[in-house]
């Protein structure tokens, strides 16, 4: 496998949220490897999407999502999960791509469908916000292998707050996946 560059992240968010399908999420944590394969992201666009972080401005909380690209953006939500972003173009726009489920591939335990499980499975915590993801103890690679996609779009989840941005199209996730959290 093959790390991502930060050229990766620096371009148009909608382009690596479904990039980022089939990539290998790896964690070096405690000793131990866990890998996952990304199925399933949201887009998030910056200030004007309101359904971002960024919509209402920078936030000690959101900071990271200001950029630059390439690196984690992880929150804590509802007092229990953490939740993990790649922040995506230049530094200051606050677009980010939340992963929302993978696939276990090595040494991850309990659920992996959904934002939260999926951090407690990686062992994210708060620890790993801003965390810079061409590191060698967390990042995100291209499997040596290609294979065959068929990627769906539908509305994110849990933004109906957000008017015509609940509305738009910027969840992707791979058809017929086991491991996606909606489909």
């Known amino acids: 496998m093959q790390k991502l560059p930060r050229s990766f992240y620096d371009r148009d968010t909608i382009v690596v949220a479904r990039e980022l399908l089939g990539k290998w999420l790896v964690h070096h944590c405690d000793g131990i490897e866990r890998i996952g394969r990304i199925v399933e992201t949201e887009a ?17 909380r959101n900071q990271a999502m200001f950029g630059p690209p390439g690196h984690a ?15 995506t173009e230049r530094a200051g726009h606050a677009s980010a791509v939340l992963l929302r489920a993978l696939q ?10 959904g ?53 738009r199209h910027l969840r992707f996730y791979l058809k017929g996946n086991p491991f996606v959290s909606r489909p």
């Open 115 to 167: 934002p939260g499980l999926l951090c407690r499975a990686m062992r994210i915590d708060r620890r790993l916000n801003h965390h810079d993801l061409l590191s060698d103890d967390f990042y995100i690679a291209a499997p040596d292998h290609g294979e065959e996609m068929v990627i769906v779009k539908r509305p994110r989840v849990g933004v109906d707050y957000a008017g015509h941005w609940a509305k």
């Open 104 to 113: 276990p591939l090595k040494n991850l335990e309990g659920r992996t469908q």
């Open 44 to 60: 998030y666009l910056g200030p004007h999407d309101r359904a971002a972080h960024s919509a209402r401005g920078m936030t000690p």
């Open 73 to 87: 953006y992880v929150y804590f939500i509802y007092g229990m999960y953490y939740c993990m972003n790649v922040v």
